[in-house]
């Protein structure tokens, strides 16, 4: 489907029932204020509980396997505080987050094995709701101050939990920044030096 086609440019092979493609969804275009309406790769959000929140759309250029040239091609509707674009069972004891979709399916792409929930903003990252089975927690950090930021209040909010926290720093701006770079094998021998051999274990 072309949505599958524009991640598998960005480098990604992990998907998820979370996510859907549409050939049309509607948007006001900001410079005229009409109505109109492109492809777009829709994801669920959920909460805890799995109840659908809101739905994060993403518009595309299908021919060029890349995001549409429109201003606010990424856009968010429903209800977002504690809840997020999950790809894993909510029991797993081990979760990666982080802000954007791309973002934590590259990690994903590269450890199938490893839960994974996309907060899709920095704010809302810093207030995600960590499921009460999680014992091990994986912040996806992106490069920038506000993911900093996020990751400082996300942390005073799991004081007292007794969760083992790893804050997970790309190299570029993002992780699917590195993955594009340098490729698959890269990132995970990068990985691999933080983590050992437990990336093995998840990577399958």
């Known amino acids: 489907m072309p949505a599958e086609g524009y991640l598998r440019s960005r480098g990604i092979t992990r998907f998820g029932p979370a996510l859907r493609y549409h050939p049309a969804v509607r948007y006001r275009d900001a410079g005229t204020g009409e109505l109109a ?28 396997r890349t995001i549409a040239d429109m201003t606010d091609p990424k856009r968010v509707m429903g209800e977002l505080v504690r809840s997020g674009v999950r790809f894993s069972d909510p029991a797993s004891p081990i979760l990666a987050v982080g802000e954007g979709v791309e973002t934590v399916l590259s990690i994903g792409s590269v450890l199938p094995k490893l839960g994974l929930t996309a907060c899709l903003s920095a704010t809302h990252l810093g207030l995600f709701h960590v499921p009460k089975a ?15 930021r996020a990751v400082r209040t996300l942390r005073e909010r799991l004081e007292g939990r007794g969760i083992v926290i790893h804050e997970v720093e790309p190299v570029l701006g ?23 051999n437990r990336i093995d274990e998840l990577a399958g």
């Not at 999680?134 to 900093?148: C, F, Q, S, T, Y």
């Open 37 to 64: 309406a492109a492809p777009a790769l829709l994801a669920k959000i959920t909460d805890q509980s799995g109840e659908i929140t809101g739905v994060s759309r993403t518009w595309l250029a299908p021919e060029r």
């Open 134 to 148: 999680v014992r091990e927690l994986w912040i996806l950090k992106d490069a920038d101050e506000a993911g900093a």
């Open 174 to 196: 993002d992780f699917n920044d590195d993955l594009t770079a340098w490729g698959p094998d890269a990132l995970r021998a990068r990985l691999r030096y933080d983590f050992g």
